[in-house]
């Protein structure tokens, strides 16, 4: 038998919100017992939804590393080459620059 048994895997904090979420839904009349048992199937749906949410997390995780195999299929660990950077782009703010400032100093002079 192992250490550690399934029946019992739901954390007392699903357990609390449950509960929680039936009584805020109670209503005029109803026993405890009823209540509980609204406890209980809402946490049953709080557990499928974790279940279907950590599967989904581990699909994703297996597209996304057999598209990183596909595209390294030699390598581990990737390495990012740093792209040169062009020189248009290095030069465009300057001469912005310039023809701004002359642009301001060509209004000064014409309003004097």
Same mark, same amino acid.
């Given at each position: 038998?192992?250490?550690?048994?399934?029946?019992?895997?739901?954390?007392?904090?699903?357990?609390?919100?449950?509960?929680?979420?039936?009584? +805020?839904? !109670? $209503?005029? +009349?109803?026993?405890? /017992?009823?209540?509980?048992?609204?406890? *209980? +199937?809402? *946490?049953?749906?709080?557990? !499928?939804?974790? $279940? *279907? *949410?950590? /599967?989904?997390?581990? /699909?994703? /995780?297996? %597209?996304? %590393?057999?598209?990183?195999?596909?595209?390294?299929? +030699?390598?581990?660990?990737? #390495?990012?080459?740093?792209?040169?950077?062009?020189?248009?782009?290095?030069?465009?703010? =300057? #001469?912005?620059?310039?023809?701004? =400032?002359?642009?301001?100093?060509?209004?000064?002079?014409?309003?004097?």
């Amino acid at each position: 038998m192992s250490k550690y048994s399934r029946k019992n895997s739901v954390s007392d904090n699903v357990k609390d919100d449950a509960m929680r979420l039936a009584r +805020g839904t !109670q $209503k005029p +009349g109803q026993t405890k /017992e009823q209540t509980k048992l609204i406890a *209980q +199937g809402i *946490q049953k749906g709080i557990v !499928q939804y974790k $279940k *279907q *949410q950590k /599967e989904k997390v581990r /699909e994703r /995780e297996k %597209k996304h %590393k057999k598209a990183a195999r596909r595209n390294n299929p +030699g390598k581990n660990a990737t #390495v990012r080459v740093a792209e040169p950077v062009a020189e248009k782009s290095i030069k465009l703010p =300057w #001469v912005l620059l310039l023809l701004s =400032w002359l642009g301001f100093a060509a209004y000064i002079l014409l309003m004097q």
